[in-house]
């Protein structure tokens, strides 16, 4: 056996006791730290959407036939299906809550 068979048996005994005695693998803890981040981000993201729809002004409820007749209007300038484009944002019907209409 030469020098080097001798430092890659020691090396090897090295490591083999380092991961049976000292070694203590911490698991899932480990990876707690990913799940962590992907949370906070998350739940970042959810408060940043709350606080947009609470800085919102709110107008006054219209009736459902005031906001027909200015939505028909629009769907006769605009062809959209459950959208409506309001100057140049195209807009889902569900988050619609008050519409105006401006004369020009």
């Not at 020691?10 to 490591?15: E, F, G, M, P, V």
């Not at 006054?60 to 028909?72: D, K």
Request: hydrophobic share 35%.
């Amino acid at each position: 056996m030469d020098k080097a068979d001798d430092i890659g048996e020691t090396t090897l005994k090295q490591a083999t006791n380092f991961f049976k005695y000292d070694y203590h693998d911490r698991g899932m803890v480990k990876w707690q730290g990913y799940y962590l981040s992907d949370h906070t981000e998350h739940v970042n993201k959810v408060a940043h959407q709350i606080t947009d729809a609470n800085n919102r002004i709110r107008q006054p409820e219209m009736t459902s036939e005031a906001i027909a007749q200015i939505l028909f209007e629009a769907y006769t300038h605009n062809d959209t299906d459950e959208s409506i484009i309001i100057g140049k944002q195209l807009i889902p019907q569900n988050n619609l809550w008050w519409v105006s209409k401006n004369s020009f």
